[in-house]
Nanobody, 124 residues
Framework: QVQLVESGGGLVQAGGSLRLSCAASGRAFSRYTLGWFRQSPGKEREFVAA????????NYADSVKGRFTISRDNTKNTVYLQMNSLKPEDTAVYYCAAASSFSGVVRDTRVDYWGQGTQVTVSS
């Protein structure tokens, strides 16, 4: 069992930056692929980024490539999402996810654990 708790969301102006954190409790954190998803009102959940258990492979949605960076610190059981050059269309609730399958996270087909979400609002 893994519990995920996000933090770091908030209100920021367009062009600004935020860093989201997701702290995990439970065993075998370092074995899981970790990812970030987001969902805006009236829209489907969208994959944002994923990082493999070893941290050597990452994957990003086209909409955030070059602006967002996912990283993890297995000694702190934490995954981060650094978000730069934020746009109003990045406004959403951001969710942390954990899974044993990297492709399962990227394709949003097999996520084992979810966080409760943190709101990110980007004003124009």
């Amino acid at each position: 069992q893994v519990q995920l708790v996000e933090s770091g969301g908030g209100l920021v102006q367009a062009g600004g930056s935020l860093r989201l954190s997701c702290a995990a409790s439970g065993r075998a954190f370092s074995r899981y692929t970790l990812g970030w998803f987001r969902q805006s009102p009236g829209k489907e959940r969208e994959f944002v980024a994923a990082i493999r258990s070893s941290g050597d492979i990452t994957n990003y949605a086209d909409s955030v490539k070059g602006r967002f960076t996912i990283s993890r610190d297995n000694t702190k059981n934490t995954v981060y999402l650094q978000m730069n050059s934020l746009k109003p269309e990045d406004t959403a609730v951001y969710y942390c996810a954990a899974a044993s399958s990297f492709s399962g996270v990227v394709r949003d087909t097999r996520v084992d654990y979810w966080g409760q979400g943190t709101q990110v609002t980007v004003s124009s």
